[in-house]
C-alpha cells in the first residue's frame, strides 16, 4: 500500500472517467486506483527533471516501485541474516522494510487499468512493460526465497460434476 506516500491533488485533476459527480459513490478499488494514479502523477512532476506520461517508460515505472520500498512495512532478509529462509524468526534482525510483492502487484494492477482509462492505449503501457512484469517476478522470488516460502502457480481445482439425481425420484405429500 502507498499511504505513506499519499499526496494532495486538486480538483481538477482527480476527476475519474466514471462521471465525476459528488453523489456517486466509488468503490474501495475504484478509490484506491485514483489515490494511486495521483500517487504516480505526483510522482512524475516531483522527478528531476519533471516527467511527462507521455514520455514514461517501463524504467521509470521500476524507479518509482524502488521509491516506493521506502514506505514498505515487509522484513525482507538479506542472505547474510541469521535468519533468511525463516518465514517467523525468533528474534529482530536489521533486515530492510520492503514493499511486499502482493502489495507491489496490485499496485501495478491498478495502475495499468487507471493508464488506459485515462487515454493511454495498451500498446504504450508502460505499467505492462516486459521489464516490470520481470521486476516483480523477481521481488516475489526473492522476497519467497527470503521467507522459505515457495510461491507456486496454484492449480485451479475444477468443482466434482454434481451427481445425477436417480430417474425416478418422486416425492408425494399427502393432504392431512
Known amino acids: 500500500m502507498i499511504a505513506a506516500a499519499a499526496v494532495t491533488t486538486s480538483s481538477s485533476s482527480s476527476s475519474s472517467s466514471s462521471g465525476g459527480s459528488?453523489?456517486?459513490?466509488?468503490?474501495?478499488?475504484?478509490?484506491?486506483?485514483?489515490?494511486?494514479?495521483?500517487?504516480?502523477?505526483?510522482?512524475?512532476?516531483?522527478?528531476?527533471?519533471?516527467?511527462?506520461?507521455s514520455r514514461c517508460g517501463g524504467a521509470h515505472v521500476l524507479e518509482f516501485l524502488r521509491y516506493l520500498d521506502q514506505f514498505g512495512k515487509t522484513k525482507v532478509h538479506t542472505q547474510l541474516c541469521p535468519f533468511f529462509g525463516h518465514?517467523?524468526?525468533?528474534?529482530?534482525?536489521?533486515?530492510?522494510?520492503?514493499?511486499?510483492?502482493?502489495?507491489?502487484?496490485a499496485l501495478i494492477g491498478r495502475?495499468?487499468?487507471?493508464?488506459?482509462?485515462?487515454?493511454?492505449?495498451?500498446?504504450?503501457?508502460?505499467?505492462?512493460?516486459?521489464?516490470?512484469?520481470?521486476y516483480l517476478r523477481e521481488v516475489r522470488d526473492s522476497q519467497a526465497k527470503a521467507r522459505g516460502i515457495s510461491y507456486e502457480k496454484k492449480k485451479r481445482k475444477r468443482p466434482p460434476p454434481m451427481p445425477l439425481p436417480p430417474p425416478h425420484s418422486v416425492i408425494s405429500s399427502s393432504p392431512n
Open 111 to 134: 495502475l495499468r487499468a487507471a493508464f488506459e482509462e485515462n487515454g493511454g492505449s495498451p500498446e504504450t503501457n508502460p505499467f505492462g512493460a516486459r521489464a516490470v512484469r520481470l
Open 22 to 53: 459528488a453523489t456517486t459513490q466509488l468503490s474501495r478499488y475504484e478509490n484506491q486506483k485514483r489515490r494511486d494514479w495521483n500517487t504516480f502523477g505526483q510522482y512524475l512532476r516531483n522527478h528531476r527533471p519533471p516527467l511527462s506520461l
Open 87 to 105: 518465514a517467523n524468526p525468533p528474534a529482530p534482525c536489521a533486515c530492510p522494510l520492503r514493499q511486499a510483492w502482493g502489495s507491489l502487484d
